[in-house]
């Protein structure tokens, strides 16, 4: 993996450092989902279960873990929570930047 780092303390007493990370690659990767899966990887931050990420697509339980399944192997095999992560940030990433009126 070369290339994809993000850099950051590690402990308050360490120095800043460059870690190889596989949250950055994985994020390069997003735009080969397809929409479905676009839409279960966003929601992965706000539903704690299949059961209501199934819910809210209007879609079968079995249906979401396939399209995890897809999204982890798309991703670069990550685990559950690394997926959960990488849409955490992806979505603090894209959120529209609100100005206030004066």
């Not at 080969?32 to 059961?51: N, Q, T």
């Not at 979401?64 to 670069?76: C, D, N, P, S, T």
């Amino acid at each position: 993996m070369t290339g994809m780092y993000i850099t950051g303390p590690l402990h308050p007493s360490r120095p800043a450092a460059a870690f190889p990370s596989p949250l950055a690659a994985a994020l390069s990767r997003t735009d080969s989902l397809s929409d479905r899966e676009a839409e279960v990887f966003s929601l992965l931050v706000s539903a704690p279960s299949y059961e209501e990420m199934a819910e809210q697509l209007g879609i079968s339980r079995r249906t979401v873990r396939f399209h995890v399944a897809k999204i982890r192997q798309k991703l670069g095999g990550l685990q559950y929570h690394q997926l959960c992560a990488a849409s955490y940030l992806q979505s603090v990433t894209t959120a529209p930047v609100v100005t206030p009126c004066l």
